[in-house]
């Protein structure tokens, strides 16, 4: 028996089980998926067997405390992928060993959603290289220690796929791969209960088709055409997609829009069972073909919503999924000063498994959605429509005094609610207002993202603290122009990053902070995701505190972090015996620190207090 076949058998009849319950005992179909999992083993190459074995010895690789990650547009980093490789030496000075690629598949010009509008599965965007060039970026990442994720748009296609094509010339076959209709009848009633996805600028969820003279489900925008994963031809084929990015040297698949795949009339067609029987398949055929691959579920909901999408200890399903929740709650913090809300929702994160790993980040390259936990805040009289209101007119700079500057997008006044966008530094008030207070705010909310449990991924830029970028409205592409996602995808500026070592200028100054807090948390095994996370009581709403204890073998480490949402100073008092038998050395400045007198603890504004136990 060969390491295929061992892989196989040792999954193969819950595989078989999960597959006949989900089409029917559809024994062809089945048959089929296994042999293709034996060709995409075949197709894979010595160098990535080799890391797949390493990585099966040591299953958990990536929930320490030495992955930093970072996500970019490669055409906004380096223009190409042959510029990203020859820029590999900035990624590793940053400390990074996750490079997250944004879409670069094919996509049609003018109507790609940033990417996200696949026409060809195994194509580079020709501007960005090709699939030889994105192979050999990969086996220099790896050579250097770097893995490397890429967005799989699981959920739709683009109606210029080869699939699309042939659907719309009316072959039955290819029309089955996504949702067809004859007449509106059976659309309407899916409407009934289908939120909007995008409901200013692209209302509805379905498009006719002049072509073909069908109306066909396209749940994000007209030109994307969901998938219809109850036939097993779609979910065999695209499984084979993922996989040949992970032949590709993709070391973490980002399943995209995971929740949306199943659909059935009568409902939201959101986070369905018969999801996560497809979610656990796929983690099984990544085991069998290419278990040093990891999946990364993109969940972007409330916490009840995204736990499930871990599977359980027994039977699991993403390897990661992203804490959308406590980035939104991070920068609710920002805008009321008040950590209350964000003291609730680490309670929820805390009590998880520690096998659970969180992708945790201050912003992507979408928008900021206001999903918190409405019904605890209405414990404080705050009104959902009202709050969300505020939190955009203060990130927009349009209320008091705020210096953050950012922009809203899909705004639907109508509902009393829109997405926020903007980069951490303009959010943070570097862009119009008091530079010293921005930057010490842009410094403490990093320190706060590299405290949590998980792994932490910058956006390219954030490190020097780029602004926003308004250019896209003068784009000649009106898809573009009206995004205001872009005012936070903008060209990386190499001018700027060649000041990171200059400690007067706004860039010099995160970058150091950023990058010294980075090395810290790479060599203390405290941050490890395997330590004990607690609350610590600060006796004051606008300071959050948190502790971390890691205690294994011989090894064992104490953390107190402390961290001052408002501008002015704060005074703290803890239950956590700072005059006892431990001493606590300053991670930043390595000094012994000492509390007041009193025994108090005093932060300054937007200021951070990281305390090592020497034990």
């Known amino acids: 028996m060969n390491v295929f076949e061992a892989r196989l058998a040792r999954h193969y009849d819950e595989l078989k089980w999960l597959y006949y319950e989900l089409y029917g005992s559809d024994k062809q179909a089945f048959d089929y998926f296994c042999s293709m999992l034996r060709k995409c083993w075949l197709e894979r190459n010595d160098l990535l067997r080799e890391l797949d074995d390493a990585r099966e010895i040591v299953p958990n690789w990536y929930a320490g405390n030495d992955i930093i990650g970072m996500m970019m547009y490669t055409e906004c980093f380096a223009k190409d992928l042959k510029g990203i490789k020859s820029h590999l030496d900035y990624v590793q000075e940053c400390g990074v060993s996750y490079l997250h690629l944004m879409p670069l598949l094919d996509t049609p ?83 009934q209960n289908l939120p909007e996805v995008f409901p200013t600028t692209a209302p509805g969820n379905f498009t006719f088709n002049e ?53 059935t009339l009568g409902t939201n067609c959101r986070n369905l069972p018969q999801v996560h029987t497809l ?49 939104a709650s991070t920068w609710h913090t920002v805008a009321t000063q008040d950590t ?37 805040l209405r414990t404080f009289g705050i009104d959902e429509v009202a709050h969300k209101k505020y939190l955009n007119d203060y990130f927009k700079g349009d209320f008091r005094d705020s ?10 006044p109508e509902l009393g609610d829109a997405r926020m966008c903007g980069t951490t530094a303009s959010l943070c008030g570097l862009e119009s207002g008091n530079k010293e207070m921005a930057i010490r705010l842009d410094i403490m909310l990093h320190a706060f993202l590299l405290t949590q449990s998980g792994i932490p991924v910058i956006y390219s830029g954030d490190e020097i603290g780029q602004l926003n970028d308004y250019t896209y409205h003068d784009s000649p592409d009106p898809d573009k122009a009206a995004d205001s996602r872009y005012v936070h ?19 010099g100054k995160i970058f150091d902070a950023v990058h010294a807090m980075l090395k810290l948390r790479d060599s203390q095994a405290v941050f490890s ?6 609350l610590i009581e600060t006796g004051n709403d606008h300071v959050l505190g948190i502790g971390r204890y890691y205690g294994e073998k011989t090894q064992k480490e104490k953390m107190l972090a402390f ?17 006892g038998i431990f001493k606590y050395r300053d991670m930043i400045t390595g000094y012994m620190f000492k509390p007041e007198t009193s025994g108090e603890i005093r932060l300054e504004g937007f200021g951070f207090l990281w305390l090592l136990a020497e034990l």
């Open 211 to 263: 072509e073909s003279g069908k109306v066909v489900m396209t749940t994000f925008y007209p030109y994307q055409w969901d998938l219809n994963y109850r036939n097993p031809v779609v979910f065999n084929d695209m499984t084979e997609n993922m996989l040949y990015l992970c032949n590709q040297g993709i070391d973490i698949i980002r399943l995209d829009a995971v929740p949306y795949i199943w659909k």
């Open 529 to 534: 995701n395997s330590a004990d996370t607690w």
């Open 340 to 376: 209350r809300l964000m003291k609730h929702q680490l309670e929820s994160v805390f009590a998880l498994p520690k096998e659970y790993v969180f992708l945790n980040y201050l912003r992507c390259h979408d928008d900021i959605g206001w999903g918190l936990d409405y019904p605890f």
């Open 403 to 412: 210096p953050s500057r950012g922009e809203t997008y899909n705004d639907a």
């Open 489 to 507: 995808r903008g060209v990386f500026h190499w001018e700027n990053a060649a000041k990171r070592n200059d400690l007067t200028t706004p860039e």
């Open 109 to 191: 010009k003018g109507r790609s959603d940033g990417g996200y509008a696949v026409s060809d599965f195994r194509k580079v965007r020709p501007d960005l290289g090709t699939m030889e060039d994105l192979a050999d970026l990969s086996a220099e990442c790896h050579s250097r220690g770097i893995s490397v994720c890429l967005d799989f748009v699981m959920n739709h296609t683009s109606e210029d796929h080869d699939w699309a094509k042939h659907a719309r010339r009316g072959e039955k076959e290819y029309q089955d791969r996504y949702f067809f209709f004859d007449s509106w009848e059976i659309p309407n009633q899916f409407e």
């Open 563 to 579: 961290f001052n949402f408002s501008d002015e100073p704060q005074t703290i008092t803890t239950n956590e015996n700072l005059d």
């Open 279 to 327: 979610v656990r398949i796929m983690r099984m055929a990544a085991e069998i073909v290419c278990p040093g691959t990891l999946l990364l579920g993109e969940v972007v909901m409330e916490p009840s919503k995204v736990v499930p999408y871990f599977g359980t200890v027994e039977k699991p399903e993403c390897n990661m999924l992203y804490n959308v929740t406590t980035m």
